[in-house]
């Protein structure tokens, strides 16, 4: 047996290794780089994949068009000024009818363009949230993550609501809006590198003609902006991270409270509530306030350097015009060229907060795709309950011990077995780790050493002291997590009528917060009838019959045994009894001097 136990210790240790190795490396400490790819591959594994392919390819296609038709346009601007400058009315007319054609084609096709990029911007917070909603509802991961605290495991719902919902609308319009400046960039350097050789200036007599010199005019002044830019919104980044975060912690509270209404109401704890929500919102405020600070000062950068790019383009083609190399219409369509091209460069002047803002959103919603798989391992995995399948689809605990809140507890047997259709109680003093161990059967804890063989999963059944009522028709509500259809209605109604709540069966079919329609009786009725449907071969009791009147109790016992005759039953108490019952009785004891680790400690403070 040890050395089974041993192989399966190195078996989850090469298995963590690579788990391990990416949760060494603090998230925010890896770059926008790294976690774009790691989105990225999120994204091609994804099943959008294909229509998010074929949306980008139907956008690049239709930029390609569009900057197609405005070299067009611009190329228009030459025959159009020239013929206003000779009073020409015929060819006046002529370009008239050519700028009216060429303003459709860019109608149809700027109107294709928001269609598509409208339509990749939905296709892409598909894929994300389902990426995000699918890792996070893996077995057990909620639970972990809950338990893991801080932001990522308080506040989930806004990473994969509102930040998932931000960060694909910013990408999508980032995305269009760089490449559409790309391809703009590349299309009109050529055309103002080509239209500068007519710019020429007279040095000592003679004409010098500089090579590119409008291309590098614009480059000069793109770059001067940008590099303000950057020095003056970089830190966004970090002022949008901290936003996000202070929101989502206000609007969690704001959820506790709401959820919470009734006894808050009882302990007329209204004005305490009223405190901390204040000091939540100051907190947004004093975000916000930053971040318009920050703002401020970034629009005079990038305000000042769109006024002046009016006549930027006027003056550094002034020499030519004023010399004679150019012409009117030729003057217009050096104006457009260098327009496009310094817009083009420009494009990160224009997005510095945007970009500042996207950067933010991506480091949290990668960071807690991240988080979502890296927490499936402790933190030590020399301090880990190995888990197998039982061969025989029973129980068996070898050398069990679990670690929890600062303590570390063993049962009072280092090997035990529990067969199918046996009823053991296992006893603990009050903080003797009894629902670490609850926790470790359902799977969702493996804090400790030791192994833990299990019969098949879905053949259990976990009763606790709390009971989840999903939302909807009661119907599910029994049902959980299976769907209703899984069920005759004639077993339904007799589950229900056995578990003492007849008088609910005209409501079946009513949709309802059942959580909060039905008192806490209710809902444990609820979970034993959901126990006798599901007929399973392995009831787990976290001392979910310890608040029980005697009555009560021996009813449940005798519904399990009339009707379950063949399950096995392991119940948790902080005492014997029900010898009748249960068969076996083992002791959990706490370890005196056991040693735990910090990290554990820290995760299941709340365990007792």
């Keep these: 047996m040890e050395g089974d136990l041993r192989g399966d210790v190195l078996n989850v240790h090469k298995a963590d290794e690579k788990v391990l190795r990416a949760a060494s490396t603090p998230f925010a400490q890896r770059g926008a780089l790294f976690h774009l790819r790691e989105m990225f591959g ?26 197609l038709g405005q070299i067009g346009l611009n190329a228009w601007n030459k025959p159009f ?10 060819d006046f007319g002529r370009q008239l009818v050519t700028f009216a054609w060429l303003v459709v084609a860019l109608l149809v096709l700027n109107v294709s363009q928001t269609w598509l990029q409208g339509t990749l911007k939905v296709t ?41 919902r931000r960060l694909t609308e910013l990408s999508g319009d980032l995305g269009v809006g760089l490449f559409l400046a790309s391809l703009s960039l590349v299309s009109f350097v050529g055309v103002l590198w080509k239209l500068s050789s007519a710019v ?46 202070r929101e989502a912690n206000f609007r969690f509270s704001l959820v506790r409270a709401s959820e919470n ?20 919102i100051n907190r947004v405020l004093a975000a ?71 950067q933010a959103t991506l480091v949290r919603v990668a960071a807690f795709r991240e988080t979502l798989t890296a927490q499936d391992a402790p933190a030590d995995p020399d301090e880990r309950i190995i888990f197998a399948s039982h061969p025989l689809r029973a129980l068996s605990f070898n050398e069990l011990e679990v670690t929890y809140g600062g303590a570390r507890s063993r049962l009072s047997e280092p090997h035990v077995e529990v067969r199918p259709g046996e009823h053991v109680l296992i006893v603990g003093d009050p903080g003797a780790g009894k629902s670490a161990l609850y926790l470790a059967l359902a799977g969702l804890w493996n804090w400790g050493s030791g192994m833990v063989r299990l019969p098949p999963r879905q053949g259990m059944v976990f009763l606790s002291q709390s009971s989840y009522l999903p939302i909807g028709e009661l119907r599910a509500a ?15 109604r007799e589950a229900m009528e056995l578990a003492g709540l007849d008088y609910l069966l005209p409501q079946l079919e009513r949709s309802e917060r059942w959580d909060k329609a039905l008192s806490h009786e209710e809902q444990q009725r609820i979970v034993v009838a959901r126990m006798l449907l599901r007929k399973p071969n392995w009831i787990v009791l976290d001392a979910a019959t310890d608040g029980l009147n005697i009555e009560r109790r021996r009813m449940i016992q005798t519904l399990i045994s009339t009707h379950l005759p063949r399950a096995a039953v392991i119940g948790f108490s902080r005492e014997a009894h029900d010898e009748s019952f249960y068969t076996r009785v083992v002791r959990l004891e706490r370890v005196v001097s056991a040693r ?13």
Excluded at 136 to 153: H, K, M, N, S
Excluded at 226 to 235: A, E, H, K, Q
Excluded at 478 to 492: C, G, K, L, N, Q
């Design 288 to 358: 916000m306030h930053a971040v318009v600070k920050r703002m401020t000062m970034l629009s005079v950068v990038t305000s000042g350097y769109g006024w002046f790019a009016i006549v930027a383009p006027l003056i550094v083609a002034a020499p030519g015009y004023f010399g004679g190399e150019l012409s009117f219409g030729d003057l217009m369509m050096v104006v457009g060229a260098f327009f496009q091209v310094q817009q083009s460069l420009r494009w990160f002047v224009d997005n510095m907060a945007n970009v500042a803002d996207w």
């Design 200 to 245: 020429s200036f007279e040095i000592a007599g003679q004409h010098v003609t500089i090579p590119g010199y409008m291309v590098w005019c614009a480059l000069a002044y793109s770059a001067t902006g940008t590099w303000l830019s950057w020095l003056v919104g970089r830190p966004l980044i970090h002022l949008d991270a901290e936003r996000y975060a």
């Design 81 to 90: 000024y020239d013929a206003i400058a000779r009073k020409d009315l015929a």
């Design 124 to 164: 892409l917070r598909e894929a994300v949230t389902r990426d995000l909603v699918r890792n996070w509802l893996e077995p057990g991961r909620p639970f972990r993550l809950a338990r893991e605290g801080g932001d990522v495991g308080v506040n989930p719902d806004q990473r994969m609501h509102e930040d998932a």
């Design 478 to 492: 029994v049902t959980y997590p299976s769907s209703p259809d899984r069920f005759e209605a004639f077993a339904i």
């Design 42 to 67: 999120a994204l091609k594994a994804s099943e959008e994949r294909r229509p998010l392919a074929l949306l980008a390819l139907g956008l690049a296609v239709v930029i390609a068009f569009t900057t």
């Design 596 to 608: 735990v680790e910090a990290g554990e400690s820290e995760a299941s403070t709340s365990l007792i």
């Design 261 to 280: 209404a009734d006894q808050i109401a009882l302990y007329g704890g209204e004005t305490f509530e009223r405190r901390g929500m204040n000091a939540d």
